[in-house]
């Protein structure tokens, strides 16, 4: 068992670049997360999804889209990269509510 | 304002003492989590609870869900150097709201020294 994959592990864009953090998992669970995580500001919800062909926000959901198109995969896509998105990004699954995420070892993702 | 606060942010003991990590809250959860987290790595889920008044022990550590939904506590036993690492609190469905969605504390930094 995988858990969940998340690719690539470091990235560099410029500012105004796009890209597609992906996440896959294959324990077959229905909710998928991603959280970007800050010196100082913890954990931070971005989007999440209850389903395949299900997504909504969270705290902090602008400059991110995401989509749902099967169980597995859920990515994660900056339309036009700024500094501010220079994070680490977390991906995390889980298969019910009350019972725990598992989470990816995370994109580290600097924007210049 | 941060809905869930954790206390403290760092902590460095020796090895073989005991501490305590809390995380507290105004609002009420349907359940906490607890996480630990190692550098360059994702949080690892250590326990969830979801009754009210709950205590949970894996091994050496102790975890206690308040009576009324809005605090935890960790309580490490006789902490060793294995334990060094980030601890995050986790809640959801805070005041009846989603329980797809975990609001994170920001951390205890633990470092137990040889």
């Known amino acids: 068992n995988a858990g969940v994959t998340q690719t690539p592990k470091f990235q560099v864009l410029k500012t105004g670049q796009s890209m597609t953090l992906q996440c896959a998992q294959d324990?077959?669970?229905?909710?998928m997360s991603w959280y970007r995580q800050d010196p100082g500001m913890g954990l931070r919800l971005i989007h999440y999804?209850?389903?395949?062909?299900?997504?909504d926000q969270g705290e902090v959901p602008n400059g991110y889209n995401v989509s749902r198109s099967t169980t597995e995969d859920f990515p994660l896509r900056l339309l036009s990269a700024a500094p501010s998105q220079t994070s680490v990004y977390f991906c995390?699954?889980?298969?019910?509510?009350?019972?725990?995420?598992?989470f990816g070892s995370g994109t580290r993702l600097t924007v210049v | 304002t941060q809905l869930l606060e954790q206390s403290p942010q760092f902590l460095s003991i020796q090895e073989g003492e005991n501490l305590t990590v809390y995380c507290n809250s105004s609002?009420?959860?349907?359940?906490l989590q607890w996480y630990r987290q190692e550098p360059g790595e994702g949080p690892v889920l250590l326990v969830t609870?979801?009754?009210?008044?709950e205590v949970k022990k894996l091994k050496r550590l102790t975890f206690q869900f308040g009576d009324a939904r809005k605090d935890s506590s960790l309580h490490i036993t006789a902490a060793q150097p294995g334990d060094t690492g980030l601890y995050l609190c986790?809640?959801?469905?805070?005041?009846?709201?989603?329980?797809?969605?975990?609001?994170f504390g920001k951390g205890t930094l633990l470092t137990v020294n040889p």
């Open positions: 609870v979801v009754t009210g008044g």
């Open positions: 609002s009420v959860f349907s359940s």
């Open positions: 999804s209850v389903g395949a062909g299900i997504t």
């Open positions: 324990m077959n669970h229905e909710y």
């Open positions: 986790a809640g959801a469905g805070e005041s009846g709201g989603s329980n797809y969605k975990l609001t």
């Open positions: 995390a699954s889980s298969k019910g509510t009350g019972v725990g995420y598992t």
